[in-house]
Structure formats: structure tokens, C-alpha cells
């Protein structure tokens, strides 16, 4: 059954039906672009919260059953729905969250890949043969699934996000409960039609939408909910991982970021500007691992600096649906506030600004939450700019005299997500590669963006340390069991 797009008010899926909750409350979704109504979505109660953890605990056990070909078949259709949905999942995405629509039809397209190598992952190998000290023995592991997973995830991919913790969940024999962050919970909903489309068995994938307080909590709280896997910020992420270890249940967080590109003296640096701007800016900087530390070797600071500043005055500012608009609107007003928060903090701690620094007003931002691409330089690593993620389009530009104070400064943050170099020398590569305290460290390339078979995850306070995504989700997907048979 598709979601009544009429009344454009979306449902819960719990237990293969899509129900309204008994609440009777539901929340608007906003377009960032203009504050147009996107749609309605459920503010769901606790109960039934727990009524789709029961489903799930339920279906779970005829799930793990199938063969791991037989579970992948159904994330194969899944990515045949949702390519043949991609355009409409992309434009519901842009308009309820505010990225640019090529942004969204590439993440969706991500999506679409993410299902099909997970799907294929149910035909390889779950389990090695350890040789027993005895001969007459076979000794071998077998991964096998946790149970029911709870996934909690954020506005700022929400078709990626959901499904690179949805599909390992699956195909390793998990049932799901997801809770969507609310702000794009009908994008997510549009996701989940997919897997109802491709005949997912009732109960297996069950969506509630409501409150991080009310739902997450429940999700986090329930005693059958065996696995927790959270993308968000540290503050709740935090809070998230407390609960589960209360309960011993096995938990996963992947936040914030503050990630440095490094300029070094011999880089390339029109690569590095290109980079730089499309690490920064792309999805208004709301990605964990967008660019918002430029670290800049004195040698080319100027030169540097003056080409950055010229590509910015390029970026067209405006509604993600509209062709020519380069960067969106911030995806909601509290976080537009948040951003022009820590511009004020950058001016008064004594950085200089560059270039931005002011909510865009007039007719074509009228009613939406647009903020300048905003360039602050003569930052020092104290800064709060420097320090905190502020995840909109605001750059700290630091100038540093040597790589060894480059790789210094990078480091000099609470967060290690993914960190960027440029540069042509390979003993400045193989030292950064050393001393980088980041999960994704990358070369003459920015820092945002990671193959979806490799894994992804950081270092320090931006992760409780797993891995997600590829082979990697394994770790957290399964457990293992040791086996000994004479
Ligand atoms: P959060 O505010 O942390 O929200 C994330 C999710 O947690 C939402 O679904 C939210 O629900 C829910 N939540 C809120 N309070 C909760 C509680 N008490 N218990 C359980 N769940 C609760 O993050 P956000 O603003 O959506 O996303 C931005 C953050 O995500 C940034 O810090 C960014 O760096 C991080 N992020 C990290 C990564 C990786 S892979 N490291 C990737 C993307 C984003 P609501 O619907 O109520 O908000």
C-alpha cells in the first residue's frame, strides 16, 4: 500500500501496516527553502514504540531462518524500487532538508549501490575454520545476528544514513525498528516504501516516527532491542551510549566532526581550492564530515587565500529545486541560528571575516534559512570556531610556518572524523597519514566523502570507535559464535 500522499500526512510501519499513532498529534515538515508545508508525520507514543519492537522481536525469528541469499533478493528489489523512485526520494529530500537536488539524486543513487552490496554480502563468507589443537576436532566461528536492532539517524543524509544501517541489519539476520530524525521523517518513510514494495516480510522493518525524547529514548530504553546503531551529535550520541551500556545491550555512535584541510606549501592549489570549497560548502556544510578547518602553509597563504576567496563570490545561494543554485538553505531555523551563533563568536573572539557573515534576506529568501558561504581568517586553534562544530558554511582559515605545526593544529581538536591534505610531496603524505588523528584521512582530496564498501567511522570523540559501512558493519552487525565439534 503507498502512503496516502493526499492529505500529505504520513504514517507509522509497524508490523507490515502503515498506522497513524493514537496520539493523534502529527508535526509539520517545513521546506528550509521557503517554510512551505512538505508534509505532516506522526508524533508517535512510547506504546507504540514498543508495539514495533514486539513485531520486530516476533518477525525476527523466521527472518534469521532464510538464507543470506534469500534476505539479500529483498534488498536487491529494494534497490530496484528505489531507482526507479530515485527522482521523486531526491526532490522529497531536497524539499524537506534543503540540499540541491543533483546532491540529493547522487545520495539517493548512494543508496541504491549501498542495498545492492549488502544484498550480495548474503552470499559471503560469514565464519572462519580455526585449526583445533586436537585433531579429531573441527573448531570454526559463525556469525550470527543480535536480534532486534533499534537505528536512530539524523536530518542531513536521510536516505544514506538509514540505509547504510538498515541493510547490514538485515542481511545478517537482524530485525529493525527505525526512529528517523524528524526534521526528514517523510523522506525516510519513502524509503521504507521501497522495502514494503519489495515484499519485506511484516515485522522485519518497522518504522516510528516522533521526538528524539519520547521515541529514542523508548528505542534506547527497551529491553528487546538487543543493538543500538546512532549517527547524531556527541551530546546525544552520548546519552544514547549510557543507556544501552545500562542495559548491556551492544550500541554504536558515529558523530560530530571539526575536520582540517591541510595546504601545504607545495600543493596543487587550484586542487585545493576546488576541494576546499566543495568540502565546506556543499550541503550548506552540514555533513559530519564537512571542511571547516583550512590550515595554510605561510609560504602560500596569500595566494591561497585570494583564490578561495574568488571561487566563494561564485557560489549561487538559493532553493535547492532551482537548476543554477549551488548551495541550499541551512535546514532549519534553529540550526540557522546556531550558525549565525558562532559567526557573532568568531567576530567577537577576534577572528577577521573574510567574506559572508549574514543571513541572506530579500525576495528569493524570503520565509526560507539562508546564510552566506562565510570565510573567517587570523583564527587561532582557541578559537570556539576552531573548536566546536558549528556543521553550516563557515570556514576557519589558519595560518601555520611548517607541516609539523599544520599537523599539530589539525589534531588540536576533541574530534577525529576525517581530516585532508594537499600536497606533492609523498614524505609530507606518509607523515600525515602517520600522525593524523582522524578514521578517514585523505589525500589530495576532500574531506568529505567516503566509498561505500570501505569503511567509515572516526577517531576520538566523534565515534564510540566501530565502524560502519562495507565489511566493516560486520563487527557490529553480528556476534560471534565459537564452535567445536569432536
Ligand atoms: P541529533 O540532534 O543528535 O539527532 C539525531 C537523532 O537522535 C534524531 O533522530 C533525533 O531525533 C534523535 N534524538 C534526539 N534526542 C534523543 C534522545 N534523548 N534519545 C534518543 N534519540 C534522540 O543530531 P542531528 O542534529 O539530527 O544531526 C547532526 C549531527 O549528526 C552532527 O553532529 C553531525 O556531525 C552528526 N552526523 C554524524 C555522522 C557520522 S557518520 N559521524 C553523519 C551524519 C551526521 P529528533 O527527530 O527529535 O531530532
Not at 72 to 78: E, P, S, V
Not at 153 to 167: G, S
Not at 183 to 190: V, Y
Not at 251 to 264: D, F, H, R, T
Request: glycine letters at 10%.
Amino acid at each position: 500500500m503507498t502512503i496516502e500522499t493526499k492529505t500529505k500526512t504520513y504514517l507509522n510501519f509497524l508490523n507490515g501496516q502503515w498506522a497513524a499513532s493514537s496520539s493523534g498529534e502529527v508535526q509539520a515538515s517545513l521546506n528550509p527553502a521557503n517554510s512551505d508545508v512538505v508534509g505532516y508525520v506522526q508524533m508517535s507514543t512510547k506504546e507504540e514504540l514498543d508495539q514495533a519492537v514486539s513485531a520486530a522481536k516476533s518477525a525476527q525469528i523466521a527472518w534469521r531462518k532464510l538464507s543470506g541469499n534469500e534476505r539479500g533478493n529483498y534488498l536487491h528489489k529494494a534497490a530496484n524500487v528505489l531507482e526507479r523512485k530515485a527522482d521523486e526520494i531526491a526532490e522529497c529530500m531536497t524539499r524537506e532538508m534543503g540540499k540541491t537536488l543533483p546532491e540529493a539524486k547522487g545520495e539517493t543513487a548512494r543508496g541504491v549501490a549501498i542495498l545492492r552490496y549488502y544484498a550480495g554480502e548474503g552470499m559471503r563468507k560469514a565464519g572462519d575454520v580455526i585449526p583445533s589443537t586436537d585433531r579429531k576436532a573441527l573448531m570454526f566461528t559463525s556469525r550470527v545476528p543480535l536480534g532486534v536492532v533499534g537505528v536512530i539517524t539524523p536530518w542531513n543524509f536521510p536516505v544514506a544514513i538509514p540505509i547504510w544501517k538498515i541493510a547490514p541489519a538485515l542481511i545478517y539476520g537482524n530485525s529493525v525498528v527505525i526512529k528517523p530524525a524528524q526534521e526528514t521523517a517523510i523522506t525516510c518513510a519513502k524509503v521504507i516504501e521501497c522495502f514494503e514494495e519489495a515484499g519485506i516480510p511484516a515485522g522485519v522493518l518497522n518504522l516510528v516516527t516522533g521526538s528524539g525524547s519520547v521515541i529514542g529514548q523508548a528505542l534506547t530504553d527497551n529491553p528487546d532491542v538487543n543493538a543500538i546503531t546512532f549517527t547524531g551529535s556527541n551530546e546525544v550520541g552520548k546519552r544514547i551510549g549510557q543507556g544501552a551500556l545500562a542495559r548491556g545491550a551492544k550500541y554504536q555512535l558515529e558523530m560530530g566532526g571539526k575536520n582540517p584541510v591541510i595546504v601545504a606549501a607545495d600543493a596543487d592549489l587550484e586542487l585545493a581550492v576546488e576541494g576546499t570549497i566543495s568540502g565546506a560548502f556543499k550541503s550548506t556544510g552540514q555533513k559530519c564530515t564537512a571542511t571547516s578547518r583550512v590550515i595554510v602553509e605561510s609560504k602560500v597563504y596569500e595566494t591561497f587565500k585570494e583564490k578561495l576567496v574568488a571561487k566563494v563570490k561564485e557560489i549561487t545561494v538559493g532553493d535547492g529545486l532551482k537548476e543554477g543554485i549551488w548551495m541550499g538553505p541551512c535546514a532549519n531555523e534553529s540550526q540557522l541560528k546556531t550558525v549565525l551563533s558562532y559567526i557573532e563568536k568568531g567576530n567577537q573572539e577576534g577572528a577577521a571575516l573574510l567574506i559572508g557573515g549574514k543571513q541572506l534576506t530579500g525576495d528569493a529568501y524570503e520565509k526560507g534559512f539562508f546564510v552566506e558561504p562565510t570565510i573567517f581568517e587570523n583564527v587561532t586553534s582557541e578559537m570556539t570556531i576552531a573548536q566546536e562544530e558549528i556543521f553550516g558554511p563557515v570556514i576557519a582559515l589558519i595560518q601555520v610556518d611548517t607541516l609539523l605545526d599544520a599537523i599539530e593544529v589539525a589534531n588540536d581538536v576533541k574530534f577525529g572524523l576525517s581530516a585532508s591534505i594537499y600536497t606533492s610531496n609523498i614524505q609530507s603524505m606518509l607523515s600525515f597519514v602517520e600522525e593524523m588523528e582522524a578514521g578517514l584521512v585523505r589525500i589530495n582530496a576532500e574531506s568529505a566523502g567516503v566509498e561505500l564498501q570501505a569503511p567509515f567511522g572516526g577517531m576520538k570523540q566523534s565515534s564510540s570507535h566501530s565502524r560502519e559501512q562495507g565489511e566493516a558493519a560486520k563487527e557490529f552487525f553480528t556476534a560471534i559464535k565459537t564452535v567445536f565439534i569432536k
